[in-house]
């Protein structure tokens, strides 16, 4: 199923969108040398009930868990620990769901744990710039593929490597919707995008290979030769111009 929302419905998406901000801002503030991930999630929990919301991820197929925290070679759905420590030096991925009177919306950012290397801070920014490449495509009458040509070109063509084993999706009165929204793909080619429709765009840029591999925990996905990997995600409404970002 694909949700599109008439402009009323817009509103109360909103709603959901500015909850999940205000957490991702909240968490921002927290992340440093000596945090546990567990700490970050009681935070966000906190918050999310504060504003009588709901983490969407928990209880999603069994996720143990309000927020997704994955550290340097985790790709993405990291489990908060206690013993998951935020050490210098280290990028640290916080991946946010929240449902809102029925509607949701998801986002994610990396961030930098106190001294990072050149290097790392610039495998931040290209794939926070993806995600806005991807994002410029997101617009009436323009194809699924064409956000994910967008994306993986900019990425390649600055040496590094795009996830292929998760993409992103729909999104608006379900967390996960049709269609799916690879970061990789031919240009001109899927579905036509609409006014209306929602979309959870998420590049995850790796430094080396971008094969990865889930730990036994069912969840926590690692790059498969244990380099760093990046994820950032908006949730954004197609529109006529250029897609509305609300979150
Ligand atoms: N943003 C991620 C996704 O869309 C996070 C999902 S965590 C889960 O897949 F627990 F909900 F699966
Ligand atoms: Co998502």
């Known amino acids: 199923m694909t949700t599109v929302l008439s402009k009323d419905e817009r509103r109360s998406i909103r709603k959901a969108g500015s909850i999940l901000s205000e957490c991702m801002d909240l968490l921002s503030k927290e992340i440093k040398v000596g945090v546990s991930t567990k700490a970050l999630e009681q935070e966000a929990s906190r918050f999310i ?42 990028i640290v991925g916080i991946d946010i769901g929240v449902e809102y009177e029925g509607y949701f919306a998801d986002a994610a950012r990396t ?15 290209i794939a926070r710039e993806a995600l806005y490449e991807g994002i410029e495509k997101a617009c009436v009458g323009n194809r699924i593929h064409d956000i994910s040509w967008a994306v993986q070109s900019f990425v390649e063509a600055n040496g590094f490597n795009i996830v292929r084993a ?21 240009p001109h080619t899927g579905r036509i995008l609409e006014d209306g429709m929602v979309l959870a765009i998420e590049p995850m840029v790796n430094v080396g290979t971008a094969d990865v591999k889930v730990l036994g925990d069912g969840w926590t996905a690692v790059t498969s030769d244990s380099k760093l990997s990046a994820h950032f995600e908006h949730t954004v409404i197609v529109d006529g111009k250029i897609a509305e970002v609300i979150a």
């Open 111 to 125: 961030f930098a744990v106190g001294n990072v290397s050149k290097d790392t801070r610039r495998l931040i920014s």
């Open 166 to 186: 998760f993409v992103g999706h729909g999104i608006g009165k379900k967390i996960h919707e049709d269609p799916e929204i690879p970061n990789f793909g031919k």
């Open 49 to 90: 009930a504060s504003r009588n919301a709901r983490p969407a991820f928990l209880g999603y197929k069994g996720y143990p868990a309000a927020i997704c925290t994955s550290r340097n070679n985790v790709v993405v759905h990291g489990i908060p620990s206690d013993k998951d420590i935020l050490a210098s030096g280290d």
